[in-house]
């Protein structure tokens, strides 16, 4: 048994290798390519996605991963061996019903699909974007049907990025959500300006300030490095090799926040178990639990009181020509006002979870048939001034705003919300162990906190399937109430104060 444990584990490292070389080249299209490459980088991209596609659909690996029946069935469930095993036969059995000829065409349109995304977005011209959301949309459908029927078609693009969840599970608690939204935001939404958070704010200096504070957090420069992208993410060659990226304007200072966001990414691959490099199991658990950091470390912590207690004075110092006779509580409040807008990723927190509901439907509608993309960007419109209560002025800020759907990532974006409600379940579980963490945090100290989510969360990797693991970490499943328990008390404090 030991000799074919280390044979799969051999070549499941490769592939794992080949995964992230892929990734490599996705950040370096983003960050530094220059665009003329975009054409061949897509067959670049093709190539290396349909050799790991290969690689791991063998026949080999499937006969290893039954030879190790008996090994996986005499270990621990919690070891690493057998949760490799596990994961790796989930991930085989899922990848060998995609023909690797239809994995590369998806590669190969994402990767095309951004580039004229880009170009979209800066011109602000569906049109010429449509072809390609279309060639993703088609491929997607195609991908559904190598899969047993389910419940919905959704379900299968769903489980890509929460393994095992459901859309009427995703549905039920976003039928919470919403109304208590809409609600809360008819109360606490204010219109007051706040003219200084228009800056100017010092480019190089915005970035400044935000590698000090995620220095605190665990940037290591030795490991990562951040840079700037059209639309910011995290990507990640190994346990000790993190990227960061963000955008930044001299109008405002929302890079810092999405320098924040990014971090809690980053944070979460850098504290997976150095045990697990090189294997399935070395990244984050799911992409909802993924949110659920970086919305943890931008918002909760971020946006919170204790934070800017230690970090606004600093902040008037490196911008003291804008803040210099601007209060901490004034700040604080300018941070945290809730006033809906357009763009998704400068929403505030009670607003947020409303852009990804609008999405989640809209995807659903695409998916089954019941949307073209030709009428796409008016029931966007429509839906956005309902929820949101502002008309949408053009397409850039409105359906062209997000990278996702370029790269055919239908299935991702309801784990955003899901993010938030779970940030809070693990938020309420660490304070119990943790009662002075707002201590800590407004004394600049985040070694405790930062030690007990790498224990209880961060090194688990993916060992263990979505639900389990936020039943080990908080005892529990997904449950909305405490999110909307945590912004009635935020929110509601700010609007009577």
Do not use: C
């Given at each position: 048994m030991r000799a074919e444990f280390a044979e799969l584990?051999?070549?499941?490292?490769?592939?794992?290798?080949?995964?992230?070389?892929?990734?490599?080249?996705?950040?370096?299209q983003t960050v530094m390519m220059p665009p003329a490459g975009a054409a061949v980088r897509a067959e670049q991209l093709t190539t290396i996605d349909r050799i790991a596609h290969e690689r791991f659909?063998?026949?080999?690996?499937?006969?290893?991963?039954?030879?190790?029946?008996?090994?996986?069935?005499?270990?621990?469930?919690?070891?690493?061996?057998?949760?490799?095993?596990?994961?790796?036969?989930?991930d085989w059995g899922k990848a060998r019903r995609v023909p690797p000829e239809l994995s590369a065409e998806l590669t190969k349109a994402a990767s095309e699909g951004n580039e004229a995304w880009v170009q979209a977005r800066a011109d602000d011209d569906y049109a010429s974007f449509r072809p390609w959301l279309d060639r993703n949309l088609e491929l997607k459908r195609r991908y559904i049907d190598c899969f047993d029927p389910t419940d919905e078609?959704?379900?299968v693009l769903l489980d890509d990025f929460e393994p095992g969840m459901k859309t009427a599970e995703v549905r039920e608690v976003f039928d919470r959500l919403k109304p208590g939204l809409v609600s809360l935001i008819g109360e606490v939404a204010s219109d007051e300006e706040d003219a200084f958070m228009r800056g100017p704010w010092d480019e190089e200096r915005q970035r400044d300030f935000?590698?000090?504070?995620?220095?605190?957090?665990?940037?290591?420069?030795?490991?990562?490095?951040?840079?700037?992208?059209?639309?910011?993410?995290?990507?990640?060659?190994?346990?000790?090799?993190?990227?960061?990226?963000?955008?930044s304007s001299p109008d405002d200072i929302t890079s810092l926040f999405t320098a924040l966001h990014e971090c809690g990414h980053g944070l979460y691959e850098r504290g997976v178990s150095p045990s697990l490099e090189r294997t399935p199991l070395c990244s984050g658990c799911s992409s909802t639990l993924h949110e659920s950091q970086s919305r943890m470390w931008e918002n909760i912590v971020g946006r919170g009181r204790p934070f800017w207690e230690f970090f606004y004075p600093r902040l008037q110092g490196q911008f003291p020509e804008v803040l210099?006779?601007?209060?901490?509580?004034?700040?604080?409040?300018?941070?945290?006002?809730?006033?809906?807008?357009?763009?998704?990723?400068?929403?505030?927190?009670?607003?947020?979870?409303?852009?990804?509901?609008?999405?989640?439907?809209?995807?659903?509608?695409?998916?089954?048939?019941?949307?073209?993309?030709?009428?796409?960007?008016?029931?966007w419109n429509a839906r956005f001034e309902e929820y949101l209560g502002i008309p949408v002025p053009n397409n850039r800020v409105g359906v062209l705003q997000d990278v996702h759907w370029s790269g055919g990532g239908f299935g991702?974006?309801?784990?955003?919300?899901?993010?938030?409600?779970?940030?809070?379940?693990?938020?309420?579980?660490?304070?119990?162990?943790?009662?002075?963490?707002?201590d800590q945090i407004a004394a600049g100290e985040f070694g405790p906190f930062g030690e007990w989510l790498r224990t209880h969360l961060y090194a688990l990797g993916r060992k263990f399937t979505p639900r389990e693991t936020l039943?080990?970490?908080?005892?529990?499943?997904?449950?909305?109430?405490p999110y909307l328990r945590y912004l009635e008390r935020k929110f509601g404090a700010l609007a009577t104060a």
């Open positions: 584990k051999r070549r499941l490292g490769e592939v794992h290798d080949l995964a992230k070389i892929q990734e490599l080249l996705f950040w370096d659909v063998d026949d080999e690996v499937g006969r290893l991963l039954e030879a190790l029946r008996p090994y996986e069935e005499s270990l621990d469930y919690d070891s690493d061996d057998a949760s490799l095993v596990r994961v790796a036969r989930r078609p959704y379900d935000a590698l000090s504070v995620i220095e605190r957090w665990g940037f290591e420069r030795e490991s990562w490095r951040m840079d700037p992208t059209v639309h910011p993410f995290e990507a990640s060659a190994g346990t000790r090799d993190i990227r960061l990226t963000t955008r210099a006779a601007v209060e901490l509580e004034d700040f604080y409040r300018a941070v945290n006002r809730v006033r809906p807008s357009y763009i998704r990723v400068d929403a505030d927190e009670a607003t947020y979870s409303l852009h990804i509901i609008l999405r989640f439907e809209l995807e659903q509608e695409l998916i089954a048939g019941r949307l073209s993309t030709a009428d796409l960007p008016e029931a991702y974006f309801p784990t955003y919300a899901l993010g938030n409600v779970v940030s809070v379940q693990i938020w309420e579980r660490l304070r119990e162990d943790l009662p002075d963490v707002d039943e080990r970490v908080v005892g529990t499943g997904i449950d909305p109430e």
